[in-house]
């Protein structure tokens, strides 16, 4: 293609937050070898806070895959991103529908995995990702695709972009709760389902020992549970579970000196935001060489 000629580019990613995260340095990357496309992107409900405030995505679509009203929704969808005359969809998640959306749409260039033999029809490039090679990052997988648009082995760019409100809100209530003079320590206490949280008992003696040394300010952060409320006695500990917005929460990663969680959307965002992380994945189908932080340094 040509770098200076504007084309429109569709990126599907229709799942989990975490996947949307590793997909991002697509974004970045596409902007720089061509510096006048315009990028859209098809995604999850929960991946549209992610990318609502990010300066290269024009245009945001969202689809739920699981909802029971899935085809429809999907078939005004097609309406919508018809009208649009993409030039490039890029299929970085392999849902059958996702695959196939880009010929419904009959857009000239069609980029998938060429792992799948069933969804191969449906891409006019098809790129063997090395799914195999479990050294291999997720976001360096994602990457690959692009070798259809003639872009081989760039950098990993990582940005994620924190609305300045957000930060001032979330540095308001730190300061009205904790001492400023000690280094914040964010716990992220769930995960999206696909891995395990850190185990509550680890939390309840983490704190303990913290509570002796009473060098740190900790924040827990997360869904709503009544476990971790109990543990909030602390005068070191600010229970922000179930009371953040997503754009609070990507601020409160921000701002934070350490993160600790699992391998979730949030460990994501921590590690493209180069915090020190320490990861929690039990899971030997989801190693760190494969899902874990890409940050400068964990653990």
């Not at 934070?256 to 915090?275: E, M, R, V």
């Amino acid at each position: 293609m040509n770098s200076k000629k504007k084309i429109k580019v569709l990126i599907q990613r229709a799942d989990r937050l975490g996947d949307v995260v590793l997909t991002l340095p697509m974004v970045e990357t596409l902007k720089h070898f061509y510096p006048s496309v315009e990028i859209s992107f098809l995604t999850s409900p929960a991946g549209v806070p992610m990318l609502a405030h990010h300066p290269l995505i024009s245009t945001i679509y969202e689809i739920d895959v699981q909802s029971p009203t899935f085809k429809s929704e999907l078939y005004s969808l097609e309406q919508l991103l018809a009208v649009e005359k993409f030039d490039v969809y890029l299929s970085v998640w392999d849902h059958p529908e996702m695959a196939r959306l880009g010929k419904r749409l009959n857009i000239p260039i069609r980029v998938g995995d060429k792992n799948n033999l069933l969804h191969r029809f449906y891409y006019t490039d098809s790129v063997k990702q090395q799914w195999g090679d479990l050294t291999r990052h997720q976001v360096l997988l994602n990457l690959d695709l692009l070798k259809a648009l003639s872009i081989y082995n760039p950098p990993i760019v990582k940005h994620i972009y924190v609305p300045r409100e957000a930060e001032s809100e979330i540095r308001a209530m730190l300061d009205r709760t904790l001492s400023i003079d000690r280094p914040l320590i964010v716990i992220f206490c769930a995960t999206g389902g696909s891995n395990f949280p850190v185990p509550m008992v680890a939390i309840v003696a983490f704190l303990a020992k913290l509570n002796d040394i009473r060098t740190f300010n900790v924040v827990l952060a997360g869904p709503t549970s009544q476990d971790i409320n109990e543990l909030a006695d602390y005068d070191f500990v600010l229970n922000l579970t179930g009371k953040t917005s997503f754009n609070q929460l990507t601020a409160l990663i921000n701002v934070a000196d350490y993160y600790i969680g699992g391998d979730t959307g949030p460990t994501h965002i921590a590690s493209f935001l180069d915090k020190p992380v320490l990861f929690f994945s039990p899971q030997k189908q989801n190693p760190p060489t494969r899902w874990g932080p890409l940050s400068g340094y964990f653990k």
